[in-house]
């Protein structure tokens, strides 16, 4: 069964740090495309981040570029996301999420771990 | 940026109606349009792939149609599992973006 289990969100300043990880299991991560999308509370659904396989190929929503660093470690089967100068709209739900054959859609999702950015 | 639009943004229904739900993308996609489930508190459920490919496991009354720029995702007999909000996703080029949601709230 495929699962993915995200960590490491909480309360932070704005201008803080946080790294968010997802650990996979279930399947071969180091085989799929993976994705970070989150969740403002109340609000729909925004994709913020994808990985390759071999991390050749990264991309990033212009709300978090140059900001967020998404990485991977397919001997650890898990996936990162450095969070860097947080702001107060940059608070929500953030999934981990796996993609299909780089098509751009997530087939499995993890339960999400919140990150607050208040003072 | 593609812009995703559902419609409605709230719709009310009873056991075992047909509903349907529009999504229209602010330029062609041809069929790149995924549609989702999700329930309070829970992570999105993957439903639909190419517009219309239903995803292993789903129910079989969940259908979705459409290309270039107008898709609707049918539910065939709403079932009391179904009351959730749904959202489109296009990734035909990113940044891959979402509808806003459509709440398939009970009657």
């Known amino acids: 069964e495929v699962q993915l289990v995200e960590s490491g969100g909480g309360l932070v300043q704005p201008g803080g740090s946080l790294r968010l990880s997802c650990a996979a299991s279930?399947?071969?991560?180091?085989?799929?495309?993976m994705n970070w999308v989150r969740q403002a509370p109340g609000k729909g659904l925004e994709w913020v981040s994808y990985?390759?396989?071999?991390?050749?190929?990264?991309k990033y929503a212009d709300s978090v570029k140059g900001r967020f660093t998404i990485s991977r470690d397919n001997g650890k089967n898990s996936l990162y996301l450095q969070m860097n100068s947080l702001r107060a709209n940059d608070t929500a739900i953030y999934y981990c999420?796996?993609?299909?054959?780089?098509?751009?859609?997530?087939?499995?999702w993890g339960q999400g771990t919140l990150v607050t950015v208040s003072s | 940026d593609i812009q995703m639009t559902q419609s409605p943004s709230t719709l009310s229904a009873s056991v075992g109606d047909r509903v349907t739900i529009t999504c229209r993308a602010s330029?062609?996609?041809?069929?790149?349009l995924a549609w989702y489930q999700q329930k309070p508190g829970k992570a999105p459920k993957f439903l639909i792939y190419?517009?219309?490919s239903l995803e292993s496991g789903v129910p079989s009354r969940f259908s979705g149609s459409g290309s270039g720029t107008e898709f609707t995702l049918t539910i065939s007999s709403l079932q009391p599992d179904d009351f959730a909000t749904y959202y489109c996703?296009?990734?035909?080029?990113?940044?891959?973006?979402f509808g806003q949601g459509t709440k398939v709230e009970i009657k």
């Open positions: 279930g399947f071969t991560f180091s085989s799929y495309e």
């Open positions: 996703q296009q990734y035909n080029s990113y940044p891959w973006t």
């Open positions: 190419k517009a219309s």
């Open positions: 990985i390759g396989i071999s991390r050749n190929t990264i």
């Open positions: 330029q062609s996609i041809s069929n790149w």
């Open positions: 999420a796996r993609d299909r054959g780089a098509n751009g859609y997530f087939t499995n």
